[in-house]
């Protein structure tokens, strides 16, 4: 896993890229990793901003980078 700040966001890799969310085959910039913290344990979130600007997210696992 990748360092985690004290804000919750993840220092990832693929921040500022783009990104396909294998999920939903969305297309969009990594814009954040956050960390939540539920009753099961932290889950990952990413955070994905498609052209349209409308973000949505998906589990981090869930992202790879787009091909160009």
């Known amino acids: 896993m990748?360092?985690?700040?004290a804000d919750?966001?993840?220092h990832h890799p693929l921040l500022n890229t783009?990104?396909?969310d294998i999920a939903s085959h969305g297309e969009g910039?990594?814009?954040?990793?956050?960390?939540?913290?539920?009753s099961h344990g932290t889950v990952r979130i990413a955070h994905i901003r498609p052209a349209s600007?409308?973000?949505?997210?998906?589990?981090?696992?869930n992202i790879q980078a787009a091909r160009p």
């Not at 910039?29 to 539920?38: K, Q, S």
């Not at 600007?53 to 696992?61: I, K, N, S």
């Open 29 to 38: 910039v990594l814009v954040a990793v956050t960390h939540e913290l539920h």
């Open 53 to 61: 600007g409308v973000e949505w997210t998906t589990a981090a696992a």
């Open 2 to 5: 990748n360092p985690v700040g």
């Open 18 to 20: 783009h990104v396909r």
């Open 8 to 10: 919750g966001y993840e």
